[in-house]
């Protein structure tokens, strides 16, 4: 909508794209600016039905922008607008209700980068709680007995409400006002991205002013108390410093938009602005919001412009969620995974909105997430699982399976890989694509013979047999802090991708297809090189499951997965379909030596240890790995407490502690590593304990340590 403003604002004239990226973004938001406005001007055009090619409303100048083209007449209050000949825009939801959508889907494409599809799709979540489509307006005759005021600035508004939290509602509350008053024609009003440029400034109103060129500076502040919203504004004159207005609004928060309505009435009048009748009727227009969607909605775009990592965009994804289920009433695991499916939060919430979220459907070149599988200790644990799920669910039979499917579960990364008769990706299990990591996979995946996404394994592996994790992070490069995974090829380590599902077949999602006919898909399709389908083994008791686990551990695999063959592939979810079972190879009673704040909700805690044994030649406690999962919140709070006042070293974020606190902890397997002191590291540590009743003396040594290793090394030298 901002663009469309902009074009309109300066119809008849060349914008230039770089005028186009200041007014939509400025420069705090960092996007592909190419990709994004190409993207904007597509979806104005869509919605206007403009044919790029034959342009009616939006002519491109090529290489340097565009020119809103559309005759825009004045006639008094008969006003002709740019938006003659649009096709019919939702009409407001009724009181209580969310408004419908008010844009078209976007065309389905590649994903985009996550801030992308955010800010080409926020326009479609926000016609949720707006009154209604904003339209172009056109100036009406009249006078002023302010002449001189033709534009102001609305400055972020102050949280007063004593709780940092709610500063969400304050910014919201700007963009409101913002938006509201920028439907005026005869006002110039700086955009939202300019103003909040100025959240926390120290610049005067007249320093303000000028810089921005306007006349006016509206201030104000905004209260919450329960559901109960205050917002109080005052207008500024900017050359004067002169407050010449003022105001206070309450409201319940249903009521929100009401109040915003009462607030941008009020300064259009105290301005004296022209408007025409349309645009009294657009400014005074408003509707009862929910209001806890509106205020999902209003955290996500609040943060949209205050956080672009990763885990900052996730946040504000999962925000925009929740505002649709919310708004629209499916339950949040449906729009969560509609909107992996789409990759387009707009075109979710449109199908939220018309209740067919069962149209989504997944398609090439935009991944999904994993299904994942349920850990169990044993295998009858596994098997008692079955039974209770066939009781609950109504996704499985009435009883438990008579047969289930065992695979060996690999030692590599998980990995799903795309192929198109002219294009082949490879994505990584958070949705990163890893393609140029493994170019001879790609290569081969072109020797498919039909167009399919497949879910599986890489593993390093050679001469007809699987290596470890440690043989293929040789490949991968090693993580340190911030670096990615697979940001370098390290060592020409032969992989294979070990195939273990078919989630897309020849044009026809697979999903909801059960898994022994995605099966059977899989088993008639010829094989490139460097591609193989996991075994199946079915079992029909948990002995068997039991007899087939210990095989695959003898054959040095992971463990054992073991599914049901109705099941559908739910991405993302792990629930009583999928289940794994792994046992440790053994445990190590150690010291720890360091300790490190977390991630997340454990950023302010002591929680990822590094821990050694003891060489027994020299009497030095040696590292040999790092843990952060096995301890409840409680002892992580309890040993946290304990580091900080035994603390020998502080390195900021990372500390050298007292030896005195001994876990007992587990592990997948355990192999020569320079990573640490010992020369030795541990796959999959995690806490089982803490051991209160022992001390450094009683801990495991070094020379035990390598023990274990040489076990593992020897078994791996049986099987070849």
């Known amino acids: 909508m901002e663009l469309l403003f902009l074009l ?29 406005i190409n993207t904007a001007v ?25 020119r809103f083209a559309a005759p825009v007449a004045v006639n008094g209050e008969a006003t002709v607008s740019a ?25 389905r494409m590649h994903r985009r980068p996550p801030v ?3 800010l080409t799709g926020i326009g479609a979540v926000l016609a949720i709680f707006a009154s209604g489509w904003v339209a172009i307006h056109v100036r009406n005759t009249g006078s002023s007995t302010h002449p001189g005021i033709k534009s102001l600035v609305v400055l972020p508004l102050k949280n007063l409400s004593g709780d940092p939290a709610q500063e969400y509602l304050a910014d919201g509350m700007t963009e409101a006002l913002v938006s509201r008053l920028s439907s005026i024609h005869d006002l110039r009003v700086i955009s939202r991205t300019s103003s909040m440029r100025l959240k926390n400034s120290n610049l005067s109103v007249p320093e303000i002013a000028n810089a921005l060129q306007v006349d006016v500076v509206v201030e104000g502040s905004v209260i919450r108390e329960g559901n109960r919203i205050r917002v109080t504004a005052q207008l ?13 609004y309450d409201r319940e928060l249903p009521d929100v938009l009401a109040l915003q309505s009462d607030v941008a009435q009020a300064i259009a009048r ?23 969607a509106y205020e999902s909605y209003l955290k996500g775009r609040s943060s949209l412009s205050n956080n672009n990592t990763k ?4 946040e504000r994804i999962r925000y925009f969620e929740e505002a649709i289920a919310k708004a629209f009433g499916p339950s949040l695991e449906q729009v969560r995974e509609a909107n992996m499916l789409l990759g387009d939060i707009g075109e979710t919430a449109l199908l939220a909105s018309r209740n067919e979220l069962s149209r989504a459907e997944l398609s090439l070149f935009r991944p999904i997430k994993c299904m994942l599988a349920t850990p169990e200790p044993t295998a009858k644990a596994v098997w008692e699982r079955f039974a209770e799920a066939a009781g609950t669910s109504r996704e499985l039979a ?20 795309h192929r198109s008769t002219e294009q082949v990706e490879i994505f990584s299990r958070d949705l990163r694509r890893i393609t140029g990591q493994f170019p001879e996979l790609a290569d081969e995946a072109r020797n498919f013979q039909e167009e399919l996404i497949i879910d599986g394994e890489i593993i390093a592996f050679e001469k007809g047999r699987g290596l470890t994790f440690f043989d293929l992070q040789k490949r991968l490069g090693r993580r340190s802090d911030g670096a990615d995974l697979f940001a370098r090829a390290a060592a020409d380590v032969p992989v294979t991708f070990v195939i273990f599902d078919l989630l897309w077949f020849s044009g026809r999602s697979l999903l909801k297809t059960p898994l022994h006919e995605r099966r059977r898909y899989l088993s008639s399709m010829r094989l490139p090189a460097r591609f193989q389908i996991a075994k199946v083994m079915p079992a029909h008791s948990a002995a068997e499951i039991e007899q087939t686990f210990q095989q695959a551990r003898q054959r040095l695999n992971e463990g054992l997965m073991i599914k049901n063959p109705e099941s559908f592939y739910l991405p993302g979810n792990r629930g009583m379909f999928w289940f794994k079972l792994k046992k440790e190879l053994a445990t190590l009673d150690v010291v720890v030596v360091g300790a490190e704040f977390g991630h997340g909700k454990r950023n302010n805690v002591l929680s990822d240890y590094t821990f050694a044994v003891r060489d027994e030649s020299t009497g030095k406690l040696l590292p040999i790995g790092k843990a952060y999962s096995g301890l409840t919140d409680v002892e992580i709070a309890e040993l946290t407490e304990h580091f900080k006042q035994n603390t020998i070293t502080d390195h900021g974020r990372y500390r050298e502690v007292k030896p005195d606190v001994i876990l007992e902890v587990a592990f997948n397997s355990i192999q020569p590593s320079p990573r640490h002191a010992s020369g030795l590291a541990l796959r999959f540590p995690r806490i089982k304990a803490i051991r209160r009743d022992k001390n450094v003396d009683s801990i495991d040594t070094l020379q035990y340590a390598r023990e274990l290793a040489a076990q593992r090394a020897t078994s791996q030298a049986s099987l070849r």
Not at 236 to 248: K, V, Y
Request: glycine share 8%.
């Open 8 to 36: 309109v604002e300066r119809r008849g004239e060349l914008v230039t794209r770089e005028e186009v990226a200041d007014r939509l973004w400025g420069t705090t938001v960092f996007v592909d600016i190419d990709q994004s």
């Open 42 to 66: 597509r979806k104005v055009r869509m919605v206007l039905r403009d044919d790029p090619d034959k342009p009616h409303f939006i002519e491109t100048v090529v290489g340097k922008g565009y």
């Open 83 to 107: 938006t003659a000949g649009l096709p019919a825009l939702p009409q407001p939801a009724q009181a209580g209700q969310s408004a419908a959508i008010a844009a078209a889907p976007a065309q």
């Open 116 to 118: 992308v599809m955010l």
């Open 236 to 248: 500024i004159r900017g050359t004067t410093d002169e407050h010449f207005w003022s105001e206070t």
């Open 270 to 292: 105290k301005v004296e602005v022209t408007v025409t009748g349309k645009e009294e009727q657009r400014l005074t227009a408003s509707h009862t919001v929910l209001p806890e």
């Open 311 to 314: 885990a900052g965009i996730e």
């Open 398 to 417: 009435s009883s438990a399976p008579t047969t289930v499917y065992l695979e060996d579960k690999f030692d590599g990364i998980r990995a799903q890989l």
